[in-house]
């Protein structure tokens, strides 16, 4: 996108065989150093955020960070840009609106040259099996209202959580978006290294007719080629 680089949630800063590159799953500041790069990070969770991006904003100034509010433990950079859920911002021609999570942090909306991007974080419908009915209902009411508010937006790619930990409910989330927002392309995500719940996806597909294209996932690092 017009030689920016958009990268969400990164977090395991190793690469998949000894190549640091970027498909095999590892970012290297000294091979972008003539490209935007743009780190977005939802929450704290060790799963989506890895404290070096502030050793790489200090390396590289064509690097920015957009950072959750929940997160403070950082000495502030003109680069460093902090983001409160419920608002919007516009940083270097970037459009951005944030969404309140139904864990921690914030959901991204991203909006440049004419392409519409979604990243989730952690808003998701958290229904798991042994909660009260209480929090399983509560989770649910906040995931469809941020939907709800999202829904707006006519979306291109969308990252959205499938977490094969809840089991028969791990693609409550992303049923609902499919069928509440208007959005190109999905890739599924937050499930470690458990591609098992590709499987689960695949039958959904094959069973339903679908407006989104899925895109299942084998490997960290694979590349998707994608026209908007």
């Not at 150093?33 to 064509?62: A, C, G, L, M």
């Not at 460093?80 to 921690?104: K, M, Q």
């Not at 709800?148 to 930990?165: E, T």
């Not at 960290?220 to 026209?227: A, T």
Request: hydrophobic fraction near 35%; charged fraction near 25%.
């Amino acid at each position: 996108m017009n030689n920016k680089l958009l990268i969400f949630d990164y977090f395991v800063n190793q690469a998949a065989n000894n190549e640091t590159v970027l498909y095999n799953g590892k970012f290297s500041p000294e091979c972008f150093k003539d490209t935007d790069v743009y780190f977005f990070v939802s929450h704290r969770h060790y799963d989506h955020y890895n404290p070096i991006i502030f050793r790489w904003v200090e390396q590289n100034p064509n690097i920015r960070l957009i950072i959750s509010s929940d997160i403070a433990d950082y000495t502030p950079h003109p680069n460093i840009h902090r983001a409160e859920p419920e608002n919007e911002y516009v940083i270097d021609g970037l459009y951005i609106e944030t969404f309140t999570s139904t864990d921690e942090g914030t959901a991204f909306l991203v909006k440049t040259d004419g392409v519409c991007l979604f990243h989730a974080g952690d808003l998701h419908w958290w229904h798991w099996e042994g909660e009260p009915d209480s929090f399983n209902r509560q989770m649910e009411k906040q995931f469809k209202e941020q939907i709800r508010k999202l829904a707006r937006h006519k979306i291109d790619i969308a990252f959205i959580v499938a977490d094969p930990r809840q089991e028969n409910f791990s693609l409550l989330g992303l049923e609902w978006f499919v069928n509440e927002v208007d959005c190109a392309h999905i890739f599924p995500m937050h499930f470690s290294d458990d591609y098992s719940i590709m499987d689960r996806i695949r039958k959904f597909m094959e069973t339903n007719r679908l407006k989104s294209e899925i895109h299942l996932i084998n490997r960290r690092g694979q590349c998707f080629n994608i026209e908007i």
